[in-house]
């Protein structure tokens, strides 16, 4: 049981390029989301999903996108990268029903974008 | 809105001592409120989780309270190690898609 696993750990990219980050997780959680922490920062939230095939925004989503094509993938894809998008990039998934259950996250992807 | 604050941001103690962390949250309708360990580099490990119902949740030397009424809670650290120096940050879920609401975490470094 791997949890919560992220791919690639550090990233370099020029400005402009593109990227998709990797989250999957083996915990057959229904809902999962991708959040953003800036240093000295809380986390925002990017993009979140509540299933496979639904996803909606969050709180700070302009320049992402993402799919949910299974219950354990969520891509997370940078478009024309930009300096704003250097930050650290945390997947994380929970089991929802009618409760609101404890949220675990993967160990992150560091991007820096030049 | 809800918003979520933690102070201070920095703590330095020597070891040995106990501490306490705060956590305040803006609107006090919450479900449960989660306590999250960060290391330097490192990803977020739940640490304790407290549903609404409680007014305390222990793990060890860690325990967290909940006061919803007065938008508060504390995290409880006794005999502090070195070990235990990390970031550690609240949160609370709000919205339709249970999302969580960090605050900007408190940096505690104990001292040998």
């Known amino acids: 049981n791997a949890g919560v696993t992220q791919t690639p750990k550090f990233r370099i990219l020029k400005i402009g390029q593109s990227m998709t980050l990797q989250c999957t997780q083996d915990?057959?959680?229904?809902?999962m989301y991708w959040y953003r922490q800036d240093p000295g920062m809380g986390l925002k939230l990017i993009y979140y999903s509540v299933g496979a095939g639904i996803t909606d925004k969050g709180e700070v989503p302009n320049g992402y996108n993402v799919s949910r094509s299974t219950t354990e993938d969520f891509p997370l894809r940078l478009e024309l990268a930009a300096p704003s998008q250097t930050s650290v990039y945390f997947c994380?998934?929970?089991?929802?029903?009618?409760?609101?259950?404890?949220?675990?996250f993967g160990p992150g992807t560091r991007l820096t974008v030049l | 809105k809800q918003e979520v604050t933690q102070i201070p941001a920095a703590l330095s103690v020597p070891e040995g001592e106990n501490l306490v962390l705060n956590c305040s949250f803006t609107d006090s309708a919450i479900y449960n409120l989660q306590w999250f360990r960060q290391d330097p580099g490192k990803g977020l490990t739940s640490l304790l989780l407290?549903?609404?119902?409680?007014r305390e949740q222990t793990s060890g030397r860690l325990n967290a309270s909940l006061d919803k009424s007065s938008g508060r809670s504390t995290l409880y650290i006794a005999a502090s190690q070195p070990g235990d120096s990390a970031t550690y940050l609240c949160?609370?879920?709000?919205?339709?898609?249970?999302?969580?609401?960090f605050g900007s975490g408190t940096q505690l470094t104990v001292l040998p």
């Open positions: 407290i549903q609404s119902s409680q």
């Open positions: 915990m057959n959680h229904n809902y």
């Open positions: 949160a609370v879920p709000s919205g339709s898609a249970r999302q969580l609401t």
């Open positions: 994380a998934s929970s089991f929802g029903t009618s409760g609101f259950n404890e949220q675990f």
